[in-house]
């Protein structure tokens, strides 16, 4: 029988399928949809593309979407479950994925940036603790959401004649003509690339941007390191999209702003390598963040 591992973000669900292989991709998860069900029917598309049709013994998930009511979370892998015909459902949040495929040890700290953001530190004694990840309303500071955000606030403050000039306000885009959309959050974050180019071409409202979500993510680093028992160095990885995208010109001024106690380490893996493992090998530290369903 197949492990199945899936990493589900808000701009895409991927699917990796064991031994083989095979990968697919569903829908990303949306703001304000029915989480479950959306959740299924992207599971669903996901697994249908890759081909998988027989029962699996195994499947393991991160998701953006993960439900923060237990009866919720227990409902959805247990939908999952009758889905795939899967012996065992281990689901939980993507910040685990993202931890477990970064750092194979199980010990340091881990931050997500994508179009949200979310931290994660496991301390050796398997205790572990959240920063951020509250959502693009009251928190994933310095995330790609939050940089294509004051983007955009700079587009219209430039163009209402209430802020400075920026080379930002030549984009065609209308941020008000966002608002309908449902995919509102990914639409927004998808404006953090512009704002990176336009700094890098010396627009100084962007690289006020970008140096403020660098201050953001290094304040979240620092929180989560200084949660951790000890004086000696903590391993940090970070990884996403938006670290992937920005390179140094986000990273430099981050680095510049950590603790001592931060060691920025190359993450080892993925998001999808984080699920890979929790479908492949028993859970480790991670085993109080998994809602656990097997079938009878």
């Known amino acids: 029988m197949s492990h199945l591992a899936f990493d589900g973000g808000q701009s895409a669900l991927r699917l990796r399928v064991l031994p083989s292989g095979t990968t697919a991709e569903g829908p990303g998860y949306a703001h304000g949809s029915n989480s479950v069900q959306a959740t299924l029917e992207a599971i669903r598309l996901a697994s249908e593309k890759a081909g998988v049709s027989e029962p699996v013994e195994v499947v393991a998930l991160g998701l953006t979407g993960f439900p923060q009511d237990p009866a919720t979370a227990r409902k959805l892998a247990e939908g999952i479950g009758e889905l795939l015909q899967a012996t065992e459902v281990r689901l939980t949040q993507d910040m685990v994925t993202a931890h477990a495929g970064a750092l194979p040890d199980g010990y340091g700290v881990v931050v997500a940036a994508g179009t949200g953001l979310v931290c994660l530190a496991v301390d050796r004694d398997g205790s572990w603790y959240k ?12 995330s790609a959401f939050a940089i294509g955000r004051a983007g955009l606030v700079a587009v219209q403050r430039a163009r ?32 953090a690339p512009e704002v990176l180019r ?26 989560a390191v200084g949660r951790l028992a000890g004086n000696e160095p903590v391993p940090v990885a970070c990884v996403g999209g938006l670290f992937a995208g920005a390179g140094e010109q986000l ?9 001592a106690r931060a060691h ?10 984080g699920a890979e ?17 097997r079938s009878r």
């Open 131 to 142: 920063v951020d990840g509250h959502g693009y309303m009251f928190g994933d500071a310095g």
């Open 160 to 191: 209402d004649g209430r802020g400075p000039a920026t080379t930002l306000a030549e984009t065609e885009l209308d941020p008000i003509a966002l608002y309908p959309s449902p995919t509102l959050v990914d639409d927004v974050a998808r404006f």
């Open 198 to 223: 336009r700094a890098a071409e010396d627009d100084l409202v962007a690289q006020d941007i970008v140096l403020r979500a660098a201050a953001d993510i290094a304040e979240t680093i620092a929180t």
């Open 251 to 259: 990273a430099a001024p981050m680095r510049a702003a950590l603790p």
């Open 264 to 273: 920025l380490t190359e993450a080892a893996g993925n998001s999808l390598d």
């Open 277 to 293: 493992r929790l479908a492949t090998a028993p859970p480790g530290p991670y085993a109080e963040l998994l809602v656990i369903h």
